[in-house]
């Protein structure tokens, strides 16, 4: 049979947290929260090691994991964006240094029309 897991809130852990840092012993602070000597160990030890950042629930996980996902997206694109500007930089500098002729300008053509063939008659 299996038994449901106990989950503690993030204020109860820090209420706890702080009633060991205020002085008070670790079995005291056990018996006042009904919790075993050894979670409170495993509570003080995440406590000490990230302070105010200890105990971030269900919930940051996920947040933090579709944040650097997103991140990830964003940094992809803003990769081609700036290959993008690159590509067309270089391509507005070389017309600058080489601009078309008149043709493409809406003037005259660099090449005269071929003139229009006679029909030949049929005998």
Same mark, same amino acid.
């Given at each position: 049979?299996?038994?449901?897991?106990?989950?503690?809130?993030?204020?109860?852990?820090?209420?706890?947290?702080?009633?060991?840092?205020? #002085? !008070? =012993?670790?079995?005291?602070? $056990? &018996?006042?929260?009904?919790?075993?000597?050894?979670? @409170? /160990?495993?509570?003080? +030890?995440?406590?000490?090691?990230?302070?105010?950042?200890?105990?971030? #629930? !269900? =919930?940051?996980?996920?947040? $933090? &994991?579709?944040?650097?996902?997103?991140?990830?997206? @964003? /940094?992809?694109?803003? +990769?081609?964006?700036?290959?993008?500007?690159?590509?067309?930089?270089?391509?507005?500098?070389?017309?600058?240094?080489?601009?078309?002729?008149?043709?493409?300008?809406?003037?005259?053509?660099?090449?005269?029309?071929?003139?229009?063939?006679?029909?030949?008659?049929?005998?």
């Amino acid at each position: 049979m299996l038994v449901p897991r106990q989950e503690y809130s993030r204020e109860l852990k820090v209420a706890c947290m702080r009633e060991l840092d205020s #002085g !008070k =012993g670790m079995a005291e602070v $056990a &018996r006042q929260y009904q919790i075993s000597p050894k979670r @409170l /160990e495993n509570w003080k +030890g995440e406590w000490r090691a990230k302070g105010e950042l200890a105990f971030p #629930g !269900k =919930g940051a996980r996920p947040q $933090a &994991r579709l944040d650097s996902e997103r991140i990830a997206v @964003l /940094e992809r694109k803003i +990769g081609q964006q700036t290959m993008e500007i690159d590509f067309l930089k270089k391509v507005l500098r070389r017309f600058k240094e080489h601009p078309l002729g008149a043709g493409a300008n809406g003037g005259a053509a660099s090449t005269s029309k071929s003139r229009k063939r006679a029909k030949r008659r049929q005998a």
